[in-house]
T-cell receptor, first 113, second 110 residues
Framework: DGGITQSPKYLFRKEGQNVTLSCEQNLNHDAMYWYRQDPGQGLRLIYYSQIVNDFQKGDIAEGYSVSREKKESFPLTVTSAQKNPTAFYLC?????WGTGELFFGEGSRLTVL | EDQVTQSPEALRLQEGESSSLNCSYTVSGLRGLFWYRQDPGKGPEFLFTLYSAGEEKEKERLKATLTKKESFLHITAPKPEDSATYLCAVPNTGGFKTIFGAGTRLFVKA
């Protein structure tokens, strides 16, 4: 079945550590996105990629980094510079950037100890 | 400023008690309005896309409608399995990113 796979589902981080969240899609979509979801707030865009080897900052990119070396993969690194990283992280894709509906993964919940 | 506002924040219904969720938006040149369903601890799941005022889409007990300023998600005779958070989203003016509302949490009691 085609879809988006995020891992790990749960992740705990100590202060000062970098962690990387994995996102893989087999939908052959060009565009991929990372969102952060906090209770009572809408999804906020961290980074997006229109096409392989290209990515752009979203609204809350500070303290995060991404890469897009393969069409299928768009990993997100939460660095120690992110002051409040505890959140639910969602990866999504769409056929083309800026068009159509988004397909989401199951999410990764990051907790800072 | 581009904005999406959903109301109410939470809605508690008895099984079979029909109601509506609201999504109001302020963007120029609407390029579509999207409804998603999100279960606790899961990613959102796409429900509907609406493109023009007057358009309606239906799926089981759900019907989405669109006007020039807002969209409604009507839930007819809901069941407990309809309990979820319903998210509304629109592309921003310029269409280069999607803006999400904070969602409406729906609880349906048997």
């Amino acid at each position: 079945d085609g879809g988006i796979t995020q891992s790990p589902k749960y992740l705990f981080r100590k202060e000062g550590q970098n962690v990387t969240l994995s996102c893989e899609q087999n939908l052959n979509h060009d565009a991929m996105y990372w969102y952060r979801q906090d209770p009572g707030q809408g999804l906020r865009l961290i980074y997006y990629s229109q096409i392989v080897n290209d990515f752009q900052k979203g609204d809350i990119a500070e303290g995060y980094s991404v890469s897009r070396e393969k069409k299928e993969s768009f990993p997100l690194t939460v660095t120690s510079a992110q002051k409040n990283p505890t959140a639910f992280y969602l990866c999504a894709s769409s056929i083309k950037w800026g068009t159509g509906e988004l397909f989401f993964g199951e999410g990764s919940r990051l907790t800072v100890l | 400023e581009d904005q999406v506002t959903q109301s109410p924040e939470a809605l508690r219904l008895q099984e079979g008690e029909s109601s509506s969720l609201n999504c109001s938006y302020t963007v120029s040149g609407l390029r579509g309005l999207f409804w998603y369903r999100q279960d606790p601890g899961k990613g959102p799941e796409f429900l509907f896309t609406l493109y023009s005022a007057g358009e309606e889409k239906e799926k089981e007990r759900l019907k989405a409608t669109l006007t020039k300023k807002e969209s409604f998600l009507h839930i007819t005779a809901p069941k407990p399995e309809d309990s979820a958070t319903y998210l509304c989203a629109v592309p921003n003016t310029g269409g280069f990113k999607t803006i999400f509302g904070a969602g409406t949490r729906l609880f349906v009691k048997a």
